[in-house]
């Protein structure tokens, strides 16, 4: 599958109101929709799109606009087009609460998702606008069109010391015909986390843009972008300008609008907080130091009296993913180096049996839109998740592809030479999905809840085992993260699960330590390419590009696997002599060194960098991942830092993965709470 997409980059030319409105920019996210995935209910290809609006105060005074406002699009309300089934979701003022005061020269920003092609790319709609106390309406014309110039990834970096962001990148997609030059960027940002809907405009920056490439000419369809340092940025929302040149010089504007947050790669270990008996689990410092050789440094909990308030948090910390409230005892300096995000609302598209809707997802997330604190939303149906698309700041999915739930019908694949199963489904489609839940939020980064140890879900297809094998998690896993999340949380990791399955424990370790590795480039990086290898008509690889302005990751997944008979697992063969190609932006042309990347070191490649390309001769099987450096001193960097997490997974001096007498301590914790 192959997704075209994405935020809509708008000419500078702006639409002027007599009542001082201007229509400054217009991001557009069109809908996609998966031709790989199979349902057992027939999928609606009549695609839609998310827009969002960038609206100015031109006029010479502060503008109120009440949620009386009369605002229409094609002479219907949000709440019309929202019965109409039109619109999935909107925020627009008749959705809000408090009147927005919008000073001179602020900007504001408007936002809806519609469902189907009637609200699609290639589509417009008059936007009529009655302010108070104006004789008429003001018209804006929103043309919702497909962008030949977006920006595709902006990320927020900083110190490990501050929660606050000092910096930026951004990467930019240019599909035009012609060369782009990339010439400023400025931030608009509200006075204060209250005022957070009216935007107040920031310096241009132009000098301290470092450009990749340097002289910032993005050729037609390809990459480049910028790293930007900001300064301390508070949290909260945030409009993003960035101004272009087409190739006869003409001005393009590229916008984005999203919270501001320290983007830091989170390794969640799913519902951690188990009770033992009269103790929690994680009052077990057996069972942190578990989490902790994992690399795992998150969890679905709040607080837990007698860890969270003691020094057993501060030596195994676990950032809080739950519901945060009340929100004035979690939105606090203190608080806020502890918080992953707000992740409260489970599964909205099930709802327990009953949707909820994607307007009252948004609602459930208002209060927390002042705040600092980020939310996150499960989304679980690609079939439908467009429709909650753009609801969250941080949306992730969750998707497991042997003896789990699933939205999809598994035995409708048919992937093994007519062989139909029920107990598992391609692995594949897990980046299929991840490439999907990137694009329908862009440029907002996505995280993945990867398929880990589990107790239950037996009786799948005939299957006994109710866990992956190691490979098969190893698998799932890399198709997130090739596809460029920047967190993973493994489905579960509880006390029960782990013991399970112990033979997961050291693959999952194993994951955590290549993260952490390359967790840079994950953070800094942007997908920049991915492509399915066949060989003889059938799929053979995936390769996978993250790039940034450091170098790129590349990654090659096996899909020469078979769905073994008798076992009823996924099976992969020995390494294969291999010739991988792989694309990379033209800015990564000089590339000082290319080398091979695990947990257990890294080696040299036969590689040749060439024109965009590079070729790679090796023997691979399963997870292949390699480094293209730009600059010289990377292969010893993450040397260095492979050395130092194995150093810190051997100071807890505790491995129940590889220890059989630490597996019992594990054993006796967990049945000691059973008796």
Not at 55 to 83: D, V
Not at 109 to 116: C, D, E, F, P
Not at 187 to 196: E, Q
Not at 207 to 223: K, L, T, V
């Amino acid at each position: 599958m192959q997704f075209v997409l994405f935020a809509l980059c708008l000419p500078f030319e702006t639409t002027l109101a007599e009542e001082g409105i201007s229509l400054e920019g217009v991001h557009v996210v069109p809908h996609v929709q998966s031709t790989e995935m199979r349902y057992g209910k027939k999928a609606d290809f009549s695609l839609g799109a998310r827009v969002e609006i960038f609206l100015r105060n031109t006029s010479k005074e502060t503008l109120t606009l009440p949620a009386s406002t009369e605002i229409r699009l094609r002479g219907q309300t949000p709440s019309e087009l929202l019965k109409a089934d039109e619109w999935a979701w909107h925020d627009l003022p008749s959705a809000w609460t408090d009147p927005l005061q919008l000073p001179q020269d602020a900007l504001t920003v408007w936002s809806w998702n519609g469902k189907r092609a009637p609200w699609g790319v290639g589509k417009q709609a008059e936007l009529t606008l009655t302010l108070p106390n104006a004789p008429q309406p003001s018209r804006l014309k929103v043309s919702i069109d497909k962008p030949d110039v977006w920006l595709s990834a902006v990320t927020f970096l900083g110190e490990d010391d501050s929660v606050q962001p000092s910096s930026m990148s951004f990467h930019v997609a240019n599909e035009s015909e012609g060369t782009v030059t990339l010439v400023a960027c400025r931030l608009w940002l509200p006075k204060s986390n209250a005022t957070w809907r009216a935007l107040v405009p920031q310096p241009w920056i132009r000098a301290e843009m470092i450009r990749f490439p340097q002289d910032g000419m993005i050729p037609a369809h390809e990459r480049g972008g910028a790293r930007v340092s900001t300064g301390p940025l508070p949290l909260t929302y945030a409009a993003l300008e960035v101004q272009l040149t087409d190739a006869e010089g003409q001005p393009i504007t590229a916008w984005s609008h999203q919270r501001i947050k320290r983007e830091v790669f989170d390794i969640s270990g799913g519902w951690v907080a188990d009770k033992l008996g009269k103790i929690n689990a994680l009052q077990a410092e057996p069972y942190l130091k578990t989490l902790r050789r994992m690399h795992v440094n998150a969890g679905m909990h709040q607080e837990v009296p007698g860890y969270s308030d003691s020094d057993l948090f501060e030596r195994y910390p676990l950032k809080y993913m739950n519901r945060l409230q009340p929100i004035i005892d979690y939105d606090t300096d203190v608080m806020l180096p502890r918080i992953h995000a707000v992740e409260f609302l489970g599964e909205p598209q099930y709802g327990g049996g009953t949707p909820v809707s994607p307007q009252d997802v948004w609602k459930a997330f208002t209060p927390y839109a002042p705040t600092r604190l980020p939310t996150s939303v499960t989304h679980s149906e690609e079939r439908i998740w467009r429709f909650y698309a753009g609801l969250s700041d941080y949306p992730h999915y969750d998707a497991y592809r042997v003896t789990a739930p699933a939205a999809d019908s598994w035995s409708r694949y048919d992937r093994w030479d007519g062989e139909l199963i029920r107990w598992g489904a391609p692995l594949e489609t897990i980046g299929e999905m991840s490439r999907s839940l990137r694009e329908l939020n862009r440029p907002r980064p996505v995280a993945y809840w990867s398929q880990g140890a589990h107790h239950g879900w037996r009786g799948y297809g005939g299957r006994e085992r109710s866990s992956p094998t190691p490979d098969e998690l190893r698998l799932q896993a890399y198709h997130g993260l090739s596809s460029r999340i920047t967190s993973l949380y493994w489905f579960n990791l509880s006390l029960r699960s782990i013991l399970a399955y112990p033979d997961l424990m050291d693959p999952i370790t194993r994951v955590g330590r290549e993260i952490r590795m390359l967790e840079d480039y994950y953070l800094e990086g942007d997908a920049t390419h991915h492509e399915r290898i066949l060989r003889d008509g059938k799929p053979d690889w995936d390769l996978d590009v993250i790039a940034g302005p450091r170098g790129a990751v590349l990654f090659a997944l096996d899909l020469n696997y078979r769905a073994d008979k008798q076992e009823r697992v996924f099976k992969f063969g020995a390494p294969r002599d291999t010739r991988f190609q792989f694309r990379i932006p033209t800015y990564l042309n000089a590339i000082d060194e290319v080398f091979r990347v695990d947990a257990d070191g890294l080696r040299n490649v036969d590689a040749t960098v060439n024109d965009g390309t590079i070729v790679i001769h090796d023997e691979a099987s399963r997870v292949a991942i390699y480094v293209a450096a730009a600059k010289p001193g990377e292969r010893t960097r993450i040397e260095t830092n492979r050395q130092a997490l194995i150093a810190a997974e051997n100071a807890l001096d505790f491995d129940p993965g590889g220890k059989e007498t630490d597996l019992q301590v594990l054993r006796k914790l967990h049945d000691s709470s059973t008796k």
